[in-house]
Nanobody
Framework: QVQLVESGGGLAQPGGSLILSCEAS????????VAWHRQAPGKQRELVARITNLGTTVSDSVEGRFTISKDNDQITAYLRMTSLKPEDTGVYYCEENVWTPARGSVDYWGQGTQVTVSS
C-alpha cells in the first residue's frame, strides 16, 4: 500500500519561508505526477503546484514564491514556500499518481500538514 507522509508545516510570519516535504513509501515503481494542494478555512481545496512528465506548473497566486521539486529517487517531494502571506494559510496536501504492478496508475493523498502565516 502506497503511503504519503507530509511534514514541515507550522507557523510562519508574513514574509517568512517554509519547506514542506512529502515522503512516499509502499512499493511503487514510478511516480507519474506530484502535486501540492491546499485548503484554506471555509474554501475549496485548490491546486498549488504540480510536476508531470510535461513539466512544472504553479498557480498564479504563488507564482514566483513557491517552488515544487522532487528527488531523483522519487521518494521525496518538496514545496519550498517563500514570501509567505496570511492568505497562504491552510492545510497543504501532497498528491501523487504512482504506478504499481498490482494496481497500475493510482492517485494517493497524504494526510495534510497545517501552514499558518500570522504575525
Amino acid at each position: 500500500q502506497v503511503q504519503l507522509v507530509e511534514s514541515g508545516g507550522g507557523l510562519a510570519q508574513p514574509g517568512g519561508s517554509l519547506i514542506l516535504s512529502c515522503e512516499a513509501s509502499g512499493g511503487f515503481v514510478r511516480v507519474n505526477i506530484v502535486a501540492w494542494h491546499r485548503q484554506a478555512p471555509g474554501k475549496q481545496r485548490e491546486l498549488v503546484a504540480r510536476i508531470t512528465n510535461l513539466g512544472t506548473t504553479v498557480s498564479d497566486s504563488v507564482e514566483g514564491r513557491f517552488t515544487i521539486s522532487k528527488d531523483n529517487d522519487q521518494i521525496t517531494a518538496y514545496l519550498r514556500m517563500t514570501s509567505l502571506k496570511p492568505e497562504d494559510t491552510g492545510v497543504y496536501y501532497c498528491e501523487e499518481n504512482v504506478w504499481t504492478p498490482a494496481r497500475g496508475s493510482v492517485d494517493y493523498w497524504g494526510q495534510g500538514t497545517q501552514v499558518t502565516v500570522s504575525s
